[in-house]
């Protein structure tokens, strides 16, 4: 499903009612597309939820057209903006794995219509801009494999205009930023020592039964 937003053209993959009264948006990780399983689990939970779930594929990447170039910081948090405005800002739940974890928190501190935001094993964006320029480069300006859906590879040549998008961030505030919104449902704040806990610990599968007594 393509929508058209002021800026962008976005591929979206939506769940359940368009007229529900609230809305989630869900973002993958850097260069992941919206169509793979476990981002289309939590559109589809969400869904279930009673919200009007979509993900969405970054500016210029996988399914959204143009071109790669397109994908940076700045314009992914812009396009966040601009489909909570396209759904009429309704009640928005944001949530984000990693580097949409990152694009969704910086988003949700600057969006009035954000209700919750759930942001999963993401770091701030201070943390990218605070590595050296070295450090950059050797993480951003190479080709990303990924594989679609259906199993074919496929190959991203990754803008470094990203990373330097992020370096160029008002990170204070940013942080300011966070530090006002606590107020807000969030689950960044109120599972932060899990969050801690799972990003350091081994990866390993955990079975289902162990993860709900962690949680409890």
């Keep these: 499903m393509l929508v058209t937003t002021k800026s962008f053209f976005l591929d979206m993959y939506a769940a359940w009612d368009p007229q529900a009264s609230k809305v989630a948006i869900c ?22 939820k009673g919200f009007y779930a979509i993900g969405v594929d970054g500016p210029g990447s ?3 057209p143009w071109w790669i170039e397109l994908y940076t910081a700045t314009n992914c948090i812009k396009a966040v903006h601009e489909l909570i405005h ?20 910086a988003a949700w501190t600057t969006n009035p219509y954000v209700t919750h935001m759930v942001s999963l094993m993401s770091p701030l964006f201070i943390d990218y801009a605070n590595r050296d320029h070295s450090q950059r480069q050797k993480a951003w300006e190479r080709t990303s494999k990924r ?30 930023n966070l530090a006002n919104s606590k107020q807000k449902k969030c689950l960044y704040w109120e599972l932060k020592i899990q969050q801690f806990f799972l990003q350091w610990c081994k990866n390993l599968l955990i079975l289902l039964e162990i993860l709900k007594n962690f949680f409890k």
């Design 27 to 48: 973002h993958p990780w850097r260069l992941d597309t919206k169509d793979y399983d476990h981002m289309r689990s939590h559109v589809d939970f969400l869904a279930w």
């Design 62 to 64: 996988w399914k959204s």
């Design 86 to 105: 396209y759904f009429g800002n309704r009640p928005t739940l944001l949530l984000g794995h990693s580097l949409g974890g990152s694009i969704i928190m």
């Design 147 to 176: 594989k679609n859906p259906e199993g074919e590879p496929i190959s991203f040549v990754t803008p470094y205009s990203f990373v330097e998008d992020i370096k160029n961030m008002d990170h204070a505030s940013q942080q300011q």
